[in-house]
């Protein structure tokens, strides 16, 4: 999990269970300090990975159609890279984007930025795709 904040992310609910599973976990502040690069590097190998993506991990000053808006969430352009660097990572077999409310969305600008950063992210993946395709033997 990455890019929890709030004051309630630590005690109870999904951070309790998360922690109860052994999910690896990163406050936004810790993914901000440490770079993206470096918590990818810390997620655990496997042979595939699915990627969710709750729109509320951005700054509620950009994406405000969310049912948890908690200041101290990531840029659009610091979600990139963070998505980048997931994408590096291995096999992605998929990914969803949750969380918009449309209720609150008056003029669109969430739904607009969460489709902006799927059409990123699938850059992404089919970057380190092709880089794969051209190494195999």
């Given at each position: 999990?990455?890019?929890?904040?709030g004051?309630?992310?630590?005690?109870?609910g999904?951070?309790s269970d998360a922690?109860?599973?052994?999910?690896t976990m990163?406050?936004?502040s810790q993914v901000?300090k440490?770079?993206?690069?470096?918590v990818?590097?810390?997620?655990?190998?496997a042979?595939a990975?699915y990627v969710?993506?709750?729109?509320d991990?951005?700054?509620?000053?950009?994406?405000?159609?969310?049912?948890?808006?908690?200041?101290g969430g990531?840029?659009y352009?610091?979600?990139c890279?963070l998505l980048?660097?997931?994408?590096s990572k291995?096999?992605l077999?998929?990914?969803?984007i949750?969380?918009?409310?449309p209720p609150y969305d008056?003029n669109?600008?969430t739904s607009?930025?969460?489709?902006?950063l799927g059409?990123r992210?699938?850059?992404?993946?089919y970057?380190?795709?092709?880089?794969d395709l051209?190494?195999?033997?």
């Amino acid at each position: 999990m990455l890019g929890l904040r709030g004051l309630a992310h630590g005690n109870g609910g999904v951070a309790s269970d998360a922690r109860a599973n052994n999910a690896t976990m990163f406050s936004a502040s810790q993914v901000m300090k440490m770079g993206p690069t470096a918590v990818a590097a810390r997620i655990p190998a496997a042979d595939a990975y699915y990627v969710t993506i709750d729109i509320d991990v951005l700054d509620p000053s950009i994406a405000p159609a969310t049912g948890t808006p908690v200041p101290g969430g990531f840029s659009y352009y610091q979600m990139c890279e963070l998505l980048d660097a997931l994408a590096s990572k291995g096999r992605l077999v998929g990914f969803d984007i949750t969380e918009v409310s449309p209720p609150y969305d008056h003029n669109n600008e969430t739904s607009l930025l969460a489709s902006y950063l799927g059409l990123r992210f699938l850059e992404s993946i089919y970057k380190y795709r092709a880089q794969d395709l051209r190494k195999a033997p």
